[in-house]
T-cell receptor, first 113, second 116 residues
Framework: GNSVTQMEGPVTLSEEAFLTINCTYTATGYPSLFWYVQYPGEGLQLLLKATKADDKGSNKGFEATYRKETTSFHLEKGSVQVSDSAVYFC????????????FGKGTTLSVSS | GAGVSQSPSNKVTEKGKDVELRCDPI?????LYWYRQRLGQGLEFLIYFQGNSAPDKSGLPSDRFSAERTGESVSTLTIQRTQQEDSAVYLC??????????????FGPGTRLTVL
């Protein structure tokens, strides 16, 4: 079945450091890929998404590219801020109507000034 | 406009009691999902409603779990005879429609359930 594997945290960085959170997936067909973020005390929010191979999703300085050849959707940001501290979830949704999101276990990012 | 709302935000109950969790989706959203997030884990799919179609219950972990939705409005998730392993954050999400698998799911803030 479909599954998502993301790097375990916590990830601890200093402000302005480069961030990579790895995410790989297993899926049949052509899933859509998502990164969701959960800030402290808040609900899950969509950060970015990509719906087909080679698409790049981007938002708030974060980027991720849908790589079908490596079944990956790694999240990157060139210069993190303290306000980026949160839990990040990689997720996929299969290519059929009515399919739920399948999530990775989440990666906690902590950025210090 | 208002987002997805859930109530209560926190619920503490004793083992063996029944609980009801409520979700109000975004107005006009026809699809509604329930997920469970256990401590340190990703989200697990529980159940999915789309309009007036029969719900997809494939994620419900046991027959103690059930959910209802009236039309395209409020949904209630019921857990009977709660167990300690039911302790988790229960999240609800809605989407405008489900004919496109790329639709973004909008999540509520969740209900944190603690079973003592």
């Amino acid at each position: 079945g479909n599954s998502v594997t993301q790097m375990e945290g916590p990830v601890t960085l200093s402000e302005e450091a480069f961030l990579t959170i790895n995410c790989t997936y297993t899926a049949t067909g052509y899933p859509s890929l998502f990164w969701y973020v959960q800030y402290p005390g808040e609900g899950l929010q969509l950060l970015l998404k990509a719906t087909k191979a080679d698409d790049k999703g981007s938002n708030k300085g974060f980027e991720a590219t849908y790589r079908k050849e490596t079944t990956s959707f790694h999240l990157e940001k060139g210069s993190v801020q303290v306000s980026d501290s949160a839990v990040y979830f990689c997720a996929l949704r299969g290519g059929q109507a009515g399919t739920a999101l399948i999530f990775g276990k989440g990666t906690t990012l902590s950025v210090s000034s | 406009g208002a987002g997805v709302s859930q109530s209560p935000s926190n619920k503490v109950t004793e083992k063996g009691k029944d609980v009801e969790l409520r979700c109000d989706p975004i107005s006009g959203h026809t699809a509604l999902y329930w997920y469970r997030q256990r401590l340190g884990q990703g989200l697990e799919f529980l159940i999915y409603f789309q309009g007036n179609s029969a719900p997809d219950k494939s994620g419900l972990p046991s027959d103690r779990f059930s959910a209802e939705r009236t039309g395209e409005s409020v949904s209630t998730l019921t857990i009977q005879r709660t167990q300690q392993e039911d302790s988790a954050v229960y999240l609800c999400a809605s989407t405008p429609g489900d004919y496109l698998h790329t639709d973004t799911q909008y999540f509520g803030p969740g209900t944190r359930l603690t079973v003592l």
